[in-house]
């Protein structure tokens, strides 16, 4: 069973983006393993909060102007 993990900044991404991420790495993945794989590829996109990731000794806010819209 394939299985892709995907963390993105809280509020980063609308519903509908994640839906076609979530597409489209499935579509990826059947091309590699086959359509059989389809069925059986999860998908998991996991928000993090603000303040909630960093890259050496700086902690990241996501901006207001790269907020998703809903």
Avoid: C
């Amino acid at each position: 069973m394939p299985f892709v993990n995907i963390k993105t900044p809280e509020g980063a991404l609308s519903r509908a983006q994640k839906e076609e991420i979530a597409h489209r790495t499935t579509d990826m993945l059947v091309e590699y393993f086959s359509e059989d794989a389809r069925a059986h590829t999860m998908v998991l996109i996991e928000e993090v909060k603000d303040g909630g990731y960093a890259r050496a000794d700086e902690v990241f806010t996501i901006p207001d102007a790269y907020r998703a819209g809903e």
